[in-house]
């Protein structure tokens, strides 16, 4: 997508634009953050994973919520990046797809539905555990979102051990080497 221009400032002040926003005349996209806050993120930090990624996406956006949500603050920023989303009722399924396996859109989207599969079969057979998360899910639209995996293998594994370490379901997808992953990849974590 293309990147919109930052407008000159105006130095007017909008009760409904950041302090950050008024002070450079920069905006955010209205789609983007949109998005970005019906995934459960606020709108404080969606905003500023815009700003840092420039608007480029709400992909990029949300890769930059995730790979700074534990990083250190200070005052300022106390309701920043550490709070997704205050609704505990903002349940989400995050798939992470291992970049380093090369594979097409298609392929992507094959791993990720069984991952989305494996998951959704995981929460049904752990009813007394995590039957209220997935009621909540699905009863606040189901959401899902697909993040490049870029660590490889450790990452994935890491990924998985921190979800595990916060009581959160996990499932790994292994691709049974039939079509496109190479044969020296068919062990490897596919998300």
């Not at 019906?38 to 500023?48: F, H, L, R």
């Not at 979102?145 to 921190?162: N, T």
């Not at 496109?180 to 974590?189: D, G, P, V």
């Amino acid at each position: 997508m293309d990147q919109e221009e930052r407008p000159e400032p105006t130095g007017a002040e909008d009760p409904g634009v950041s302090p950050a926003a008024q002070a450079t005349g920069w905006q955010p996209r209205a789609d983007y953050l949109e998005a970005l806050v019906d995934m459960g993120i606020s709108s404080s930090i969606a905003e500023k994973a815009l700003i840092k990624t420039n608007n480029h996406s709400v992909d990029l956006a949300v890769d930059w919520v995730f790979k700074h949500q534990d990083d250190d603050q200070d005052d300022s920023e106390e309701d920043d990046i550490t709070v997704l989303s205050s609704n505990a009722a903002a349940y989400k399924m995050v798939f992470v797809v291992n970049t380093a396996l090369n594979m097409g859109v298609g392929k992507i989207a094959a791993q990720v539905a069984h991952g989305a599969l494996g998951l959704y079969r995981e929460l049904l057979e752990q009813q007394d555990q995590f039957g209220e998360m997935l009621l909540m899910w699905e009863e606040t639209g189901g959401t899902k979102i697909v993040l490049r995996g870029e660590g490889g293998e450790r990452e994935l594994k890491e990924l998985r051990d921190k979800a595990l370490s916060s009581h959160l379901p996990s499932y790994i997808v292994r691709d049974a080497g039939k079509t496109q992953i190479a044969a020296r990849f068919n062990n490897q974590y596919c998300e």
